[in-house]
């Protein structure tokens, strides 16, 4: 595995850029945990994404590709629970498995060597 510091510098930023937006719009009790958790799991998947080469580029690809998916599905998530008023466990639930779940196929494909 190998890391493109750049690269993986601006997935940070983007990520931060879009867990700020969300913190300002959103309005309820619940902003620094919304800003929080989509910026941790924006960054891990836009950071394994665009920011990591794995030794085999079939491996390389197959996790961009759910990266890209999981990115995707955190950022509806999040601007769902943004519009909407939303108690804390049912974020860290909800959020959480789902980032489970992306950290289980990411490690899965790694480990297969595919």
Avoid: C, W
Wanted: proline letters at 1%.
């Amino acid at each position: 595995m190998k890391i493109n510091f750049v690269q993986t510098i601006i997935a940070i930023a983007v990520s931060a850029l879009i867990a700020y937006g969300l913190y300002s719009f959103h309005d309820g009790e619940n902003q620094i945990l919304l800003s929080v958790g989509s910026f941790v799991f924006l960054s891990v998947t836009l950071v394994l994404s665009i920011g990591v080469n794995f030794e085999q580029s079939r491996t390389t690809t197959n996790i961009r590709v759910v990266s890209g998916i999981f990115f995707a599905i955190a950022l509806i998530s999040n601007l769902i629970f943004n519009f909407l008023s939303f108690s804390e466990p049912s974020y860290i639930i909800t959020n959480g498995i789902l980032l489970l779940i992306y950290v289980l196929i990411a490690y899965s494909i790694n480990r297969a060597k595919q």
